[in-house]
């Protein structure tokens, strides 16, 4: 398509969550969202 | 020896592994939300695509009903195979190390495989013998076995590497040519390839029977 100079093209899972302790969702990651075992996960909020 | 097959919603080779089964002893089909295992002697967890598997593979059947019970049932010296999407879940439930990652090749493939035995002393395997070669079928997307290298190195010490893919083989770039594994005790085992897809010569190859012969082989 004539677009230059892409690199590391990266398609990954993005999972939105309405929560009103955030502080639940790394456990969220490691027990479900995520297996740590083969997948990296980044929290934002 | 009776045989319950899990079906849960998305499941796709419960029928195959049903009659299968039924070829060597009795079988019926469990609901992924039965309380109890009906009194089966061993439990097939067959392939398919478990509640659509969007978000991980295997990622959400372990956490319906019937599954307590597997595990409870597993970790007591219940028979338990998983195959294909139900070895994805064994993996996901922690019966068994390791786990699935996407074919090397990124798409999905459907073709016989050539398998070698390694371990013929897992009551899945006790029909086969070491070194064996067995014609089945394989298809999948997500089906390049993986576990770290320490991983590996201790299902090999301990004999859990039960089937591997033959020389050329291996589509799916499995670690260390690895198609089937079990646990430590050998009660549970996995496989991508289906044996369920090959019990009868007319389709090509009868060699997937062993299996569910080997565990009728096991007193109830």
């Known amino acids: 398509l004539g677009f230059d100079g892409v690199a590391n093209v990266h398609v990954g899972r993005l999972v939105e969550l309405d929560v009103p302790d955030a502080s639940q969702v790394a456990a969220m990651c ?16 | 020896l009776k045989f319950g097959i899990v079906r849960f919603p998305g499941t796709c080779d419960d029928v195959d592994a049903l009659l299968a089964a039924r070829r060597v002893g009795e079988a019926e089909l469990l609901w992924h939300g039965d309380a109890d295992l009906h009194g089966v002697d061993a439990v097939i967890i067959p392939g398919g695509f478990s509640y659509g598997d969007y978000l991980r593979v295997g990622a959400i059947a372990r956490f319906a009903p019937v599954m307590a019970e ?48 390694v371990n013929a002393s897992t009551p899945w395997t006790g029909a086969c013998s070491v070194g064996e070669s067995l014609s089945i079928p394989a298809k999948h997307t997500t089906g390049r076995y993986w576990a770290p290298d320490p991983v590996l190195d201790e299902l090999e010490a301990n004999g859990q590497i039960v089937l591997r893919y033959k020389a050329g083989e291996n589509f799916n770039g499995s670690s260390r040519d690895i ?3 079990s646990n430590k ?3 549970v085992v996995g496989l991508m390839p289906h044996p369920e897809h090959a019990v009868d010569a007319l389709t090509g190859s009868a060699d997937g029977l062993k299996l569910f012969e080997s565990a009728a082989r096991v007193p109830a």
């Not at chain 1, 490691?30 to 929290?43: G, K, R, S, V």
């Not at chain 2, 064994?90 to 699935?100: K, Q």
């Open chain 2, 185 to 187: 005790a050998g009660n």
């Open chain 2, 70 to 117: 597997v595990e409870r049932f597993a970790r007591h010296g219940g028979l338990v195979l998983g195959i294909c999407n139900g070895f994805q879940v064994l993996c996901e439930a922690g019966l068994l190390s390791g786990a699935l990652l996407p074919n090397t090749s990124l798409r999905f493939t459907c073709r016989q495989v050539g398998l070698d035995v």
């Open chain 2, 179 to 181: 198609a089937g594994v």
């Open chain 1, 30 to 45: 490691e027990q479900l969202l995520a297996n740590p075992l083969i997948e990296d996960y980044e929290i934002q909020s």
